[in-house]
Nanobody
């Protein structure tokens, strides 16, 4: 199983980014995919998830600003991040079961 996260970058507060997680080696359409993040000096924390039947769930800190979606034809999950805040600065990882992507860095400046 491989998970390839991409789309990170540097933006100013209030800006937007869209992260992508391309998956291979697993039955994507029946797999739940999660996004986590880890800020410098902090523990990794849950951000959002999409289940195999399309249900979504979000951390309270990102509700109303982030949207997770999936394209089963492309084996890809997206995380649209709007109204970004400096506290969203972190390395973002996608995950399914025990597999983790390599992470993509998001930096939000004030």
């Amino acid at each position: 199983v491989q998970l390839q996260a991409s789309g990170g970058g540097s933006v100013q507060a209030g800006g937007s980014l869209r992260l992508s997680c391309a998956a291979s080696g697993l039955p994507f359409s029946i797999s739940g995919i999660n996004w986590y993040r880890q800020a410098p000096g902090k523990q990794r924390e849950f951000v959002a998830r999409t289940t195999s039947d399309g249900r979504t769930d979000y951390a309270d800190s990102v509700k109303g600003r982030f949207t997770i979606s999936r394209d089963n034809a492309r084996n890809t999950v997206y995380l649209q991040m709007n109204s970004l805040k400096p506290e969203d600065t972190a390395v973002y990882y996608c995950n399914t079961f025990n597999w983790w992507g390599q992470g993509t860095l998001v930096t939000v400046s004030s």
